[in-house]
C-alpha cells in the first residue's frame, strides 16, 4: 500500500478563486486538489485532500492522520492563533510541513507569527498552489533521502 498525504486546508480556503484574488490568486480549492493529486501520484503517493472552517475539526483531521507518511497544512489564519493545532501537530509525531499562498511576511504584522512553524519540518509560503506542491515534493524528498 502506497504511503499517504494528507493535505489539509483551514478556514477561507473553500472560497478560494473568489476570496480577494489580488492575494490568494484565481484558482479555486479543487484546483489545489487536482493539482496536489497529480503531484502526490506522480511521486507514489496517496492522497487525503480535506477543507474546514473549523479548528475543533481540523485537530481531528490531523489525529486523524497518525501513522501517514506526512502532512501538508495550510491553517489560514489559524496559523497565527491556534495553540489547539500546534498541540496536535507536536502530538500525533507525523512529519508536517506549512504552506502558505500568500507571503505572510509581506504582509500584516498579525500574521507574521505562527504557532505552527516551531512544530514542522518547514514552512514553504508565497508560491500560490505551487506552494502544495513544494510541500508535497518536499516531504516525498525525506523518503528518498532516508531522513
Given amino acids: 500500500m502506497p504511503d499517504t498525504i494528507h493535505v489539509l486546508n483551514g478556514p477561507n480556503l473553500n472560497l478560494l478563486g473568489?476570496?480577494?484574488?489580488?492575494?490568494?490568486?484565481a484558482a479555486t480549492l479543487a484546483d489545489v486538489e487536482a493539482l496536489c493529486r497529480d503531484t502526490a501520484s506522480r511521486l507514489g503517493f496517496e492522497l487525503v485532500f480535506r477543507q474546514s472552517n473549523h479548528e475543533g475539526e481540523l485537530v481531528d483531521l490531523i489525529q486523524a492522520a497518525k501513522g501517514a507518511f506526512g502532512i501538508v497544512l495550510n491553517a489560514a489564519a489559524y496559523t497565527h492563533t491556534s495553540v489547539a493545532l500546534r498541540d496536535a501537530i507536536a502530538a500525533v509525531g507525523v512529519p508536517a510541513v506549512e504552506v502558505h499562498l500568500s507571503n505572510t511576511f509581506a504582509r500584516e504584522p498579525f500574521r507574521h507569527h505562527s504557532y505552527l512553524s516551531p512544530v514542522v519540518r518547514g514552512v514553504i509560503c508565497g508560491f500560490g498552489p505551487q506552494s502544495y506542491v513544494l510541500g508535497i515534493t518536499a516531504l516525498a524528498a525525506t523518503r528518498q533521502a532516508g531522513a
Fill in 18 to 25: 473568489t476570496r480577494e484574488p489580488g492575494i490568494y490568486g
